[in-house]
Each structure stands twice: as C-alpha cells, then as structure tokens.
C-alpha cells in the first residue's frame, strides 16, 4: 500500500507504474489561466488473442506534472511516465504494437531481453523508424525470466530523454512469491525547460541515415563536413561535458515523480519486499538502504548464485543496470531508502519512504554516512560457468580525441564506428578498457555476457550475467559471450549523450542479412 507524502528537504519521490496505479497528467481542454487540471490516465492496454498477451503502447505528447512547480511537456507510453508496466509470464507469447501519435519518428527497443534481430527496434539497423500516424508490432517468446525496460532507439538522448521509456518484467514459473513486488525507476529532469534540446550538439539533419549501406553499415553517404561532433561545446562557456550535464540536470526523478508529490510504500513487520531498481538516466546513481539487511539477487534481471545478506553497504547503478533487492522487513519505522547521482549529488538526490503500519512519515531515518561499496567481484557463492574454447578475441578501447567533446571506440566514430565480425557458435570474448576520465555503461544487444575478470582480477564471487556493464575510469573488464542469436547488435556506451558523440559499435554475424530494406525517405536515427 502507498500513500502520498510531503517532505520539506531532500527530493523525496515513490509513483509506482502497477496496473491500476494512476500517474498525473494535464486535461489540454482544462488548461487556461488558472491552475491546471487533473486526469487519471488509462495506461493498462493489455488484452488476449489467440493465447498471446497484446499490449498497446501509444507514443504521445503529455502535459506532465512532476510536481506542483514543475510541469513539462514530456513524451510518454500511454500517457504515462514510466510507461505502461509489461508485466508477463515465463512462456507467454507477448506481442505490443506501438503507434506513434508524435509528429516526428520513433522506435522501441525492448532492452537486454534477447529478442529476435529484427524485433530489436533499432532505426536503420533492424527496422525503418516508426513514422507519425503508424503502427509497428513486435513480438516475441518471453522465455527468459528477468526485469527488463523498453525505450526509444530513434534519436535516444532526445527521445529517451523527454520520457520514452518503460518496464517489462518477465516472471519465472516456479518463481519465490514476496509480499510486495515493485519498481523503482530512477531518472532526472532539467527543470531548465531543456528536455528538447539536443544535449549532443550533433546535427542531426546533416545525417542522411536513409542512405546507409546497410549490408555492410557504410555511412559513406553521410556528409561528414556538416555534421557538428562537438559535445554541447557551442554554448558551453567552456564548461566540460560532465559540467554542462551537472548544470542541466537539477531534479530527480523517481517513477516520474519530484518532491513533494511522494507516495510512501506501506509495509508490515514480517513482510518479504523485492525492489527493482532501474536506472533510466544519465548518471551513475547511489543507492543506501538504511535499517535493514537484503540481497542483491539479480544483476540485469539474471540471478545471482546464493546472494548473501548485506548491512551498511551501498551500492551503484549505472544507466540501463537493473538490480533486484531482497528487502527483510524487520525493524519497524519510517525509512528514507537514499538514492542519490554519484557526480551531481548536490542537485540530484531522493528518498524513498518505507513505512511500517502506525508510524508517521514525516521523520524518515537514513543512513548517516556510506562506509563501503557493494563489490559484485566478490558477492554471492562461485560455481563454475563451464565456458566452451574461446574462439574471438576482441578489443574494445573506450577513448575520447579531444577531451570529452565526442567519444570512441578503437578510435573510432560513429558513423565511421567498430564492427566485430562473429560467427554462430562462436565464443567470444571482449577486453574493455575505459581511458577517459567517466563512466560509460556499455550495452550489448541481442546477448547477455559473462564477466570473468576486472582489472586482471578473476570474479571470485557468483557467476556475473549481464548486458550492461559500467566501466569505470581506468578500469578493464573482461568479457565472454556464447554467439547464439544471429543479427546486427549495437554495442554503445548507454550514456546516450556518449551513444550520440560517437561511442556506437556493432557486433555482426558473418552472412547475416537484415529482413528489411531501408526506407531512404525515412529519418533514421539509430543512436
């Protein structure tokens, strides 16, 4: 059960997408001088056919209220911020058709679940964007239990940015039950008024996506000479990347909610709570439980092996992680769970209240100070993951030419990007090392992968399955994956400022074709 809350203070905020939850949006035909009105949305659009879960998922323009201050025209699923929760069973066959009612093209990309390569939603890539007024069906097996999320692959740091995404969570058949089940959506907001503006200071309308060689990713056609790299160096009075991000960004946001519109999460004494975190933004973010022991029992929705009990630990999420927490529900109070951005920890933090039944909500206790880091390198038992003979080595060099302003791999820029020839049933393994100075969450379509070894260190704890990876500056990962799922799969940092200035590679299957043919008067936008 969750109530509503108001903190003076820290931003505090809890707006859960369940079904039969509502999210607040303007009335446009209420809207005049006055204060603006409320509608509760309709976001469940889910029904059966033929024994497939269908899901309809509308791309709209909303009036959305974080707050009673601060309201934006954002971009949403069903008129709602997150979208529509797609919650559904081990083995169900699931089908969501997406309309796009913007005035410009857009895409879904279903992320870390390992869909078919042209249910992959990626622009210009595995499909032609969606264009206004159409609709485009994905489908798909969901035979891979995990907490996944879905958003826009068109124009990502725009798109993504002002509101395209969502959670589509896959529950296992014999599955632990737990008292509550819910999710934890971690974002930030400009309250600037800067959600539209291209953060990169590429332009875009320089790029002629539609004409890729897409048999071989050419973007030969592209007109190099107009396109403007520079990372929001235009106007950047000569602040830095991370700076300008810094300045920008002064509001988080938690399942689409600032302070003081909170809605606290009722609990009992005995209650089991499993929470999934989900980074949806930009930044690397903090997160510290206080009061209470739990696990960390999935990494990108992929178990841990025997996940043991933490107390006073903290623990990261980068942008696109996702990190399910065991909560053990004993010891009665008000608790303020702490999340906060690592490098802009001044302008984005957040509480999250748990409250136990007969205790007010008005005195949260936090964690007084972090005294150490959870470290997956250690957690959990080992069990030895039986890799076949690697049969790829590839490197993979996170670097930037000119001091942030774009961002490469193997020096190398998107459009001009890296492409690593795999064949089926290779075993393929990848050597990551960051050499600028921050963090790039690097996401592999298509796969999830092992990580063996960080900086020359073997995982000594449980096995690590994932498809996003954050590497931090100066750090070095190894990485090994089984080639079982035929296609072309980006590889991008899911910083997507880094994604838009360059930082974009693909894995490609030796002789694969795409089942579709690029539309060249179609806007493609693939990063």
Request: some cysteine; glycine content about 8%; aromatic content about 10%.
């Amino acid at each position: 059960m969750k109530k509503s809350y108001g903190l003076a203070g820290i931003a505090l905020v809890l707006s859960f997408v369940i079904a039969g939850c509502s999210n607040d949006a303007v009335d446009h035909s209420a809207m005049g001088h006055g204060e603006p009105q409320q509608e509760e949305q309709t976001q469940d659009v889910t029904s059966e056919v033929d024994g497939k879960r269908v899901f309809d998922l509308n791309v709209t323009e909303t009036h959305w209220m974080f707050n009673d201050e601060i309201m934006d025209d954002a971009w949403t699923y069903n008129g709602s911020l997150p979208g529509q929760e797609i919650r559904v069973l081990e083995g169900d066959s699931v089908v969501v058709n997406v309309t796009n009612s913007l005035d410009e093209p857009t895409a879904l990309h279903l992320h870390g679940f390992p869909v078919p390569n042209e249910m992959d939603g990626v622009p210009g890539v595995t499909q032609n964007a969606i264009m206004p007024g159409e609709t485009f069906t994905y489908e798909y097996q969901a035979d891979v239990p995990g907490t996944y999320w879905y958003h826009s692959h068109q124009d990502g740091a725009r798109q993504v940015g002002k509101g395209l995404y969502g959670v589509f969570i896959v529950e296992p058949k014999d599955g632990e039950s737990y008292d509550l089940d819910e999710v934890v959506v971690i974002d930030e907001w400009s309250s600037m008024g800067m959600g539209d503006m291209d953060h990169s200071g590429m332009d875009h309308g320089a790029m002629d996506h539609g004409n890729m060689d897409h048999g071989s990713m050419n973007h030969g056609d592209m007109d190099h000479e107009e396109m403007d790299h520079g990372n929001m160096s235009s106007d950047s009075n000569g602040l830095s990347h991370a700076e300008m991000m810094n300045e920008m960004y002064d509001t988080m946001i938690i399942n689409g909610k600032a302070t003081p519109q909170i809605e606290s999460i009722q609990v009992e004494e005995g209650n089991k709570m499993k929470l999934r975190f989900l980074n949806a933004g930009l930044f690397t973010q903090v997160v510290s439980i206080p009061g209470h022991s739990f696990q960390i029992t999935n990494y990108d929705g992929q178990p841990v092996n025997e996940p043991e009990w933490l107390n006073d630990t903290a623990f990261r999420i980068a942008p696109a992680e996702r990190y399910d927490v065991v909560i053990d529900l004993d010891n009665p109070g008000a608790w303020g769970i702490q999340v906060f951005a690592e490098e802009n920890r001044e302008n984005l933090q957040s509480l999250i209240p748990i409250i136990y039944n007969d205790y007010e909500d008005n005195d949260l206790q936090t964690t007084e100070s972090i005294s150490s880091f959870f470290d997956f390198t250690t957690y959990g038992e080992a069990v030895d993951v039986n890799l076949p003979e690697i049969t790829k080595e590839f490197d993979m060099n996170l670097g930037t030419n000119d001091g942030g302003e774009t961002f490469t791999i193997n020096d190398k820029l998107f459009p001009d990007h890296e492409s690593y020839e795999v064949e089926e049933g290779d075993v393929v393994k990848f050597t990551i090392v960051n050499d600028t100075d921050v963090d790039h969450p690097m996401h592999l379509h298509g796969e999830f992968f092992n990580v063996i070894s960080k900086d020359g260190v073997s995982i000594s704890g449980s096995p690590i399955l994932k498809d996003t990876l954050n590497v931090r500056p100066g750090e070095t990962y190894e990485i090994v994956f089984e080639a079982k799922n035929p296609g072309i799969w980006m590889f991008h940092c899911h910083e997507f400022h880094h994604a838009n200035a360059g930082m974009m590679a693909e894995v490609r299957y030796k002789g694969f074709e795409p089942s579709f043919s690029i539309d060249p008067n179609i806007p493609n936008k693939p990063e």
